[in-house]
């Protein structure tokens, strides 16, 4: 069974610092790897999406790299900001189709920036 | 905006009364999913549909029903609200089975059964 983890749980940085959020997997036979970010009392935001080909995706001030056989995954935020204060939370697809494909979440780090 | 849409957005209901969650998609996509999501249990998945015309549990699926109404609407029914059915609950959507672009979520719905 696929199980994934998220390390910190938590985490507070004072604004312009740069930070890296760490995922790990348990089992290295995935198609894909997503990062999410949900706001307090709100629904969860796409943010990169790696397929299991690639090494690392970027999008603005993140960028997110995949190790899929060590079973890792960071997710990098240069020059952090008070408004990227929210939990993140990274899920794992597994290859195949069926039920067996079913995303699995990570436990989530909550990221707190401060001025 | 495309995405996919919730309704209602906030519920209380009373031990015993049924409901009806609402989602919506506007990306063509083949699969839906419904997840609830409690402190300290991360995201589970209620109920999905691979594909229209078809339904199949999760890991809690028990107390929940769900239509797949056609392509874009999937629903989530309560018939006997239970305390312990209060969370907040997330309607998904992906290409099948999540192949392609990855999953797409709405913005939820936090139901209180009291």
């Known amino acids: 069974k696929q199980e994934v983890t998220q390390i910190p749980a938590a985490l507070s940085v004072p604004e312009g610092e740069n930070l890296v959020l760490n995922c790990s997997f348990t089992?290295?036979?995935?198609?894909?790897l997503q990062w999410f970010r949900q706001d307090p009392g709100k629904g969860l935001t796409s943010l990169l999406l790696?397929?299991?080909?690639?090494r690392e995706q970027t999008s603005g001030r993140l960028n997110a790299s995949l190790d899929k056989s060590s079973g890792r995954s960071t997710l990098y935020i240069a020059a952090s900001q008070p408004g990227d204060s929210a939990t993140y939370l990274c899920a794992v697809r597994p290859g195949g189709t069926g039920t067996a494909s079913k995303l699995t979440f990570g436990t989530g780090t909550r990221l707190q920036v401060t001025l | 905006n495309a995405g996919v849409t919730q309704t209602p957005k906030f519920q209380v209901l009373k031990t015993g009364q049924s409901m009806t969650l609402q989602c919506a998609q506007d990306?063509?996509?083949?699969?839906m999913y419904w997840y609830r999501q409690d402190p300290g249990m991360g995201l589970r998945l209620i109920y999905y549909s691979a594909s229209e015309g078809t339904t199949d549990k999760g890991e809690v699926p028990n107390g929940y029903n769900v239509s797949r109404l056609n392509k874009r609407e999937f629903s989530l029914r309560l018939e006997s609200a239970a305390p312990s059915q209060t969370s907040v609950y997330f309607c998904a959507s992906s290409e099948f089975w999540g192949l392609g672009n990855g999953y797409t979520f709405g913005s939820g719905t936090r139901l209180t059964v009291v």
């Open positions: 790696i397929q299991s080909s690639q």
């Open positions: 990306m063509n996509h083949n699969s």
């Open positions: 089992d290295s036979a995935i198609y894909n």
